[in-house]
């Protein structure tokens, strides 16, 4: 199955910044999805990202906030803008599998 | 909208079997998921059922799934210490498509 590099694995920022998480697929994915996990709680999606086109956002996220790249079949970003402690949270990203998601390790990103 | 609704704690003891269930709503899911996520880790894929399947065994785990109630059970035989993590039930109505997970159960084994 695939395996994705994600990173990084945690940060802590200053509120009014952004940052960008990256994900790196061993292999060509046609799917990418990132998620947002509150501690203890599960997983929301944000987007689903295809390459070319641009990202589809679930209800409660918008572009403007959470802009994603999808520059090819292997690789993603998203950034997570003008932060606020309301941002603290893990971000995950996956790929579709053969069966299932393959999913990164996650960003644990706390905002100050 | 879909829901998938999992008990959020388990506790067993070493050497037991632990039985993890599920239910969800979508009467159009086709694939549904065991997903194991350790501290500080992502989300890793367990085993997969196919709705048209009552049952899946790959060696220590069973998954069980009666689709007329809408209910899916995970089994982990003689479970161990390593056992110890989040499972995440998740249903989808395509493969890779997206998927809404539960909210997961906190499964501790105790030595």
């Known amino acids: 199955s695939a395996v994705i590099s994600q990173k990084p694995s945690r940060d802590i920022c200053q509120r009014g910044t952004s940052l960008t998480i990256q994900c790196q697929v061993d292999?060509?994915?046609?799917?990418m999805f990132w998620y947002r996990q509150q501690p203890g709680q599960s997983l929301t999606l944000i987007a689903t990202a295809n390459q070319g086109s641009e990202a589809t956002y679930e209800s409660g996220f918008v572009i403007d906030k959470f802009p994603i790249s999808r520059p090819n079949l292997t690789f993603s970003t998203l950034t997570v803008s003008n932060m606020s402690p309301e941002d603290s949270s893990i971000y995950l990203c996956?790929?579709?599998?053969?069966?299932?998601?393959?999913f990164g390790s996650g960003t644990r990103l706390t905002v100050v | 909208g879909e829901d998938v609704e999992q008990s959020l704690f388990l506790s067993v003891r070493e050497g037991d079997s632990s039985v993890i269930n599920c239910t969800y709503t979508d009467s159009s899911s086709t694939y549904l998921y065991w997903y194991k996520q350790e501290p500080g880790a992502g989300l890793q894929l367990l085993t997969y059922i196919f709705s048209n399947m009552d049952m899946k065994q790959d060696q220590r785990l069973t998954v069980l799934l009666n689709k007329k109630d809408k209910h899916l059970s995970l089994r982990i035989a003689d479970t161990q210490t390593g056992d110890s993590a989040i499972y995440f039930c998740a249903e989808s109505r395509t493969n890779a498509g997206k998927s809404t997970f539960g909210d997961g159960t906190t499964l501790t084994v105790k030595p």
């Open positions: 996956s790929a579709d599998d053969t069966y299932g998601y393959t």
């Open positions: 292999s060509q994915v046609t799917m």
